[in-house]
Structures are given as structure tokens and as C-alpha cells.
């Protein structure tokens, strides 16, 4: 019998967030310690605490007479979270093309050029789609808007539904930005922003 990794508790959360995300566990399959622990090769005791911490953040439910079961994002689920991402991410994108230093600037541009001939892996892409919002909403000066981001699940929600335009449609909205960034264009660079999130809200509900 293989033995169990030791790992941490932050580790097999991580773990069992991106199974989540990568729809390894789907929203509402049931899961127990014992089918988890032995699937994930981490003791039952570590993974009984990450699931908790799942719990807290609401990513796993005690669902009665079931057990625990993954959330299942609804409809108004991901609507409610594309109108959470505008609000956040306009205020952030405002706030950083305003005072990031260049090298923070530089950083966007830089993720963007290995696609400049166009995305060619959809599950690459959506890495380097978080990193690019991350960088905005990390350095935008406003710790508070970043912390609600992450505890709101926000992007674990779009992980889960995935990518749903053209890869080439969302790289341009993405360098279109990255010039009204480096111009120090706060207001162009909040319209793209919006008008960027609207249509990957838009994608979703046609």
C-alpha cells in the first residue's frame, strides 16, 4: 500500500481548490474523507482540515441527509460574480494605471508576448488571463479590494465556467488595455476594463 504524502493543510486545500476549478470534482458531487484521502494520497486528518477551510470559504457544503458536496455555481452565481469583477476591477484598473510604476506596466505587457501570434492553448491562456487581472488587482494600491476578490471566490467562479470567446478576441481587449495603462489613460482604461468583463458576461448568457 502506497504511503500517505505529508503535506500541509494550506497545500491540500490548494489541491482540492484547483480540482474544483478544474472540474476534477464537479459542483455537486458528494465527497467524503476517506474516497478524498485516498484519491489525493494525503492523510484523512490534513484533508478533514482543508475541508473545513472549503467549508468556510463556501466551496464545500454540508448538504442534510448527502454528507458534504461541491458547490454547485447557479446561474446567479456567476452573474452576481461578473458584476462583483466590474465593480472591483474598473476601481483597480483606475487606481493602477495611475500609480503603478512602470515595471508593474512592463510586467502586463510582458505576460501578453508569447501570444502576440495568437493563443493557441485555451487552458494556458486562462493561466495568463488570472495573472493579468492578478497583477492589476495586487498593485492597485487598494489591499482591501484585493483581499475581497480573493475571499469572494470571484475567480475560481470563472475558472469553473471556463473561457467562452474567441482566445484572439480576449488577448486584443487585453493589449488594448495594456496601451491605455502605459499612457497613463485612466479613463479609456476603465472603459476597456468594463467593456472587457461585459462581454465575457454577455458570452455567457448567449
Not at 2 to 21: D, G, P
Request: proline share 2%.
Amino acid at each position: 500500500m502506497k504511503a500517505l504524502t505529508k503535506v500541509s493543510v494550506k497545500e491540500t486545500y490548494q489541491n482540492i481548490r484547483n480540482m474544483i476549478a478544474s472540474k476534477e470534482l464537479i459542483g455537486g458531487e458528494r465527497v467524503t474523507y476517506d474516497v478524498l484521502s485516498h484519491k489525493i494520497q494525503v492523510d484523512l486528518k490534513t484533508v478533514k482540515k482543508a475541508l473545513k477551510k472549503l467549508q468556510a470559504d463556501c466551496l464545500i457544503i454540508a448538504v442534510p441527509d448527502e454528507g458534504l458536496v461541491v458547490r454547485n455555481f447557479s446561474y446567479t452565481d456567476i452573474l452576481e460574480t461578473f458584476d462583483c469583477r466590474t465593480a472591483l476591477e474598473t476601481m483597480a484598473v483606475k487606481q493602477f494605471t495611475l500609480k503603478a510604476p512602470q515595471a508593474k506596466i512592463d510586467d502586463l505587457r510582458n505576460l501578453l508576448v508569447p501570444f502576440e501570434k495568437g493563443p493557441i492553448s485555451a487552458r494556458v491562456f486562462q493561466k495568463i488571463d488570472f495573472h493579468f487581472h492578478d497583477i492589476i488587482l495586487a498593485n492597485c494600491g487598494n489591499t482591501c479590494a484585493y483581499e475581497l476578490f480573493d475571499r469572494g471566490n470571484l475567480w475560481l467562479c470563472m475558472e469553473v465556467i471556463g473561457l467562452k470567446r474567441p482566445l484572439k478576441e480576449i488577448l486584443q481587449e487585453h493589449l488594448d488595455m495594456v496601451s491605455a495603462i502605459h499612457n497613463r489613460d485612466a479613463s479609456r482604461a476603465v472603459l476597456l476594463m468594463r467593456n472587457h468583463l461585459e462581454n465575457s458576461k454577455q458570452a455567457f448568457l448567449t
